[in-house]
Nanobody, 122 residues
Framework: QVQLAESGGGLVQAGGSLRLSCAASGRTLLTYAVGWFRQAPGKEREFVVLISRSGGTTYYADSVKGRFTASRDNAKNTVYLQMNNLKPDDTAVYHC???????????????WGQGTQVTVSS
């Protein structure tokens, strides 16, 4: 089975940028569409973006449209999330996951990474 590992989180000031990576091992990521979710303290996990297997199609949450960009390099078995113009409300643990069906619900996804913390200071 595929295993996922996120990296690239950290502390950044509002208006700054970060790039998260989701690296797969154990199986090629090419067979999966991949989603990014985030969970802030005391809040439910929320959908951020879904990227198709080819990378040609993406679906974004309204809250991140125009600021976040998902991409993937299937040769490197890695999916990326470029986050620009970060806001304090973006503070959360970010997870990547392989899609089973559907798009926006965490129940639509199968394998999950452990997450990476993103903290945006005001």
């Amino acid at each position: 089975q595929v295993q996922l590992a996120e990296s690239g989180g950290g502390l950044v000031q509002a208006g700054g940028s970060l790039r998260l990576s989701c690296a797969a091992s154990g199986r090629t990521l090419l067979t999966y569409a991949v989603g990014w979710f985030r969970q802030a303290p005391g809040k439910e996990r929320e959908f951020v973006v879904l990227i198709s297997r080819s990378g040609g199609t993406t679906y974004y949450a309204d809250s991140v449209k125009g600021r976040f960009t998902a991409s993937r390099d299937n040769a490197k078995n890695t999916v990326y999330l470029q986050m620009n113009n970060l806001k304090p409300d973006d503070t959360a643990v970010y997870h990547c996951a392989t899609r089973k069906s559907g798009r926006y619900c965490d129940g639509d996804y199968g394998r999950w990474g452990q997450g990476t913390q993103v903290t945006v200071s005001s």
